[in-house]
Nanobody
């Protein structure tokens, strides 16, 4: 049974940093993406960052480019999201996801939909105050 457990959320002021962690247990197929999504109240869940380990490709939503970095530590079975220069609009529940369908177009990893992921964590809240 696959389990994803997020940690690292919290409340910070604008300009601050947080690092989210997602510890993965159970078997995860390797030829898939892993990602971080977020959902703010009244909004749809959106892909924030994705990683396709086999291809070494990453995807970031435009609003976080240059501020967020997705990475993974295979030895620790952990996915990370380093978030710097946080803004109030980053406030949301953040979810870790695994075994997502990856689409690479012209060498670039495309955004996947939430429905294309098989496994989800319970979420961790990030609140950024101005």
């Amino acid at each position: 049974q696959v389990q994803l457990v997020e940690s690292g959320g919290g409340s910070v002021q604008a300009g601050g940093s947080l690092r989210l962690s997602c510890e993965v247990s159970g078997y995860i197929a390797i030829n898939y993406c892993m990602g971080w999504f977020r959902q703010a109240p009244g909004k749809e869940r959106e892909a924030v960052a994705q990683i396709y380990p086999i291809a070494g490709s990453t995807y970031y939503v435009d609003s976080v480019k240059g501020r967020f970095t997705i990475s993974q530590d295979n030895a620790k079975n952990t996915l990370y999201l380093q978030m710097n220069n946080l803004k109030p609009e980053d406030t949301a529940m953040y979810y870790c996801a695994a075994e997502g369908r990856c689409t690479v177009v012209a060498g670039s990893l495309s955004k996947s939909l939430p429905s294309e992921y098989n496994h989800w964590g319970q979420g961790t809240q990030v609140t950024v105050s101005s």
